[in-house]
């Protein structure tokens, strides 16, 4: 199975940009034969799951549209990770974010590795 790891800071101020990278256990031929589809997801507190955005491939990006005026999202396969940058934070941006993988290359595949999270919290 492959492994995934979430990490970036725990603290971010608002209207500053969130930074998180997701360091996967994959070789960049594997990513680049776009097998698989990535995401980012969060949880807020006391709320569900929100999908954030995903990449394919190298460079096909999806982002959920409540975001994605804010949201980037793109792979450094020179060091196999992906990464989540999300703009003009604000405290409703605090959540758990987690980085997975889907099973396929789409995003209606389901998610067959998940990372463990990590806390972001956007406060001064």
């Known amino acids: 199975q492959v492994q995934v790891q979430e990490s970036g800071p725990g603290l971010v101020k608002p209207s500053q940009t969130l930074s998180l990278t997701c360091t996967v256990s994959?070789?960049?031929?594997?990513?680049?034969?776009?097998?698989?589809?990535w995401s980012w997801i969060r949880q807020p507190p006391g709320k569900g799951l929100e999908w954030v955005g995903a990449i394919a491939g190298y460079d096909i990006t999806y982002y959920n549209p409540s975001l994605k005026s804010r949201t980037s999202v793109s792979w450094d396969t020179s060091k196999s990770y992906f990464t989540l940058q999300l703009n003009s934070v604000t405290p409703e941006d605090t959540a758990v974010y987690y980085c997975a993988r889907a099973s396929g290359p789409f995003l209606t595949d389901p998610y067959d590795s998940w990372g463990q999270g990590t806390q972001v919290t956007v406060s001064l």
């Open positions: 994959v070789s960049a031929d594997s990513i680049a034969a776009g097998s698989y589809c």
